[in-house]
């Protein structure tokens, strides 16, 4: 709106959205604009003089000395936060109500809920015709024991195509986390009903939910002791094999531990197991596009010392990762249909209580989030709950490789990619054919590159 705004694209943000699927902060896509931090404000006072300043810093909460609780100390002041923390945001004028997945992060808060209304909690989820991708029955099951008034509403490829064209107006800078697609749908659902709804986003970060917290630990414990020479051969030949291959080799897993997307997992494995140190291991891990020329290595904001390699990862996911991928997704999806989402996990007394515990109370006996399900198995039986984590992930290769293939082929033509000028014309299309023909897990990487080409031909 501003009449001195130039939708110039800056590369340096478009290489390390290529690597991460969002922009960066404070980059924002456009040169010569930056976006506000989390944790600061700016003041600018009448001469244009900006001062800008943290009013709280993630890196201070996670310095704290640790707190050497007993187990049921910790689960009571937990649940004695958490509880504070949910009902303080069922504070409302309007029709309030929540974005209920079946995982332990939104059960807890619905249940929380449920604990303090005096009326049925309204709750809604997204589902899959994909197997593997729908948890919309274990969200109904959990929402049936809570007592919740539940919608649910199956997300289709249509659906998908019909929505494509609105997300560069939603997000305004490059963004290509597919789960905006599901998010945007439910959040419309929710509004047709209540205007503010609850979500469990964050738990992940607080309470070490990712696979990651968990692997990048094992792997810095077990590859210590192997010379990284071999190391490097053994991830060459992990990384050699096919994604559908290890995708294959998964079905012969019991499905209840049968890990999603094996072939992806396996070649970030192999990624890491080839990292020099604890940064470049953690980046291996959760960067994208690894055969793309040119991308540099995003330099992580400095952990504090001192901690562990699952706290060091949680750590790196909540300054980068939470705000810049999490966070804005269910910002702009929510806004778009004028619903307001509020995140009680995110309270920063939860956060802060988080981090004054040892790992010990978010990963123990190699499950996550320990001491959040210990709060939640005292509303929900853990039968509903103990189940391998799928996600909010929608089944992009199905899908780009089937009733969206017309519409991708047509945005990585050679034309129109050489028509913007911000991707090299090559690796596009390899990844492209790689995926057509089922070689690696190069979904991601196809979603990264036509929402980059949605977003240059929306804004530039």
């Known amino acids: 709106a501003h009449p001195g705004f130039d939708a110039k694209p800056d590369h340096t943000a478009i290489a390390g959205f290529l690597s991460h699927l969002y922009v960066p902060a404070p980059k924002s896509g456009y040169a010569d604009i930056s976006v506000l931090e989390p944790g600061c404000l700016v003041e ?4 244009g003089t900006v001062r800008k300043d943290r009013y709280w810093d993630m890196a201070a909460v996670a310095s704290q000395p640790l707190d050497t609780m007993e187990d049921q100390d910790a689960i009571e002041a937990m649940e004695e936060v958490l509880s504070l923390a949910v009902s303080q945001r069922m504070v409302a004028d309007v029709p309030l109500g929540a974005l209920l997945s079946g995982g332990v992060d939104s059960s807890a808060v619905v249940a929380l809920m449920a604990a303090t209304s005096d009326r049925p909690v309204k709750t809604y989820t997204i589902g899959f015709d994909a197997a593997g991708f729908n948890e919309a029955d274990q969200a109904a099951a959990v929402a049936k024991h809570l007592g919740t008034e539940h919608r649910t509403l199956t997300l289709s490829p249509d659906d998908a195509l019909d929505l494509i064209p609105s997300l560069p107006d939603w997000y305004d800078a490059p963004f290509a986390d597919s789960s905006a697609l599901p998010t945007y749908l439910v959040s419309r659902m929710a509004r047709e009903e209540v205007t503010v709804a609850l979500s469990g986003d964050g738990g992940d970060e607080v309470f070490f939910g990712y696979n990651r917290h968990r692997a990048l630990a094992a792997l810095e414990a077990r590859a210590g002791a192997i010379p990284r020479p071999l190391r490097r051969a053994v991830a060459g030949a992990m990384a050699a094999v096919p994604g559908s291959v290890y995708d294959g080799l998964a079905q012969f897993i019991p499905e209840g531990r049968r ?20 940064h470049d291991r953690y980046l291996g891990v959760v960067s994208h596009w690894a055969d793309y020329p040119g991308l540099e290595g995003t330099t992580l904001p400095d952990a504090p010392g001192g901690l562990d390699p699952s706290a060091e990862a949680a750590y790196w996911d909540s300054r980068t990762y939470l705000p810049d991928d ?6 702009r999806a929510s806004m778009a249909v004028s619903l307001e989402a509020r995140v009680p996990l995110l309270d920063h007394r939860v956060v802060e209580l988080a981090w004054r515990l040892p790992t010990r109370f978010k990963l123990r006996d190699g499950q996550s989030k320990w001491l959040l399900r210990q709060v939640l198995y005292r509303h929900v039986p853990k039968a509903l709950i103990d189940r391998p984590k799928s996600g909010f992930a929608v089944p992009l290769t199905a899908w780009l490789t089937g009733p969206l293939r017309e519409w991708a082929e047509e945005l990585l033509s050679p034309s129109a990619l050489s028509n913007h000028g911000l991707l090299e014309t090559a690796p596009v299309r390899k990844a492209w054919d790689d995926l057509i023909a089922g070689r690696g897990n190069r979904q991601e ?14 804004w530039l």
């Open 326 to 331: 999490i966070l804005t997704k269910v910002d």
């Open 445 to 458: 990487d196809i979603w990264a590159a036509l929402m980059l080409q949605a977003w240059a031909g929306r």
């Open 259 to 278: 890990p999603r997307l094996a072939g992806d997992k396996a070649h970030k494995l192999a990624t890491a197991l080839s990292a020099r140190n604890r």
């Open 44 to 47: 600018i006072d009448a001469q």
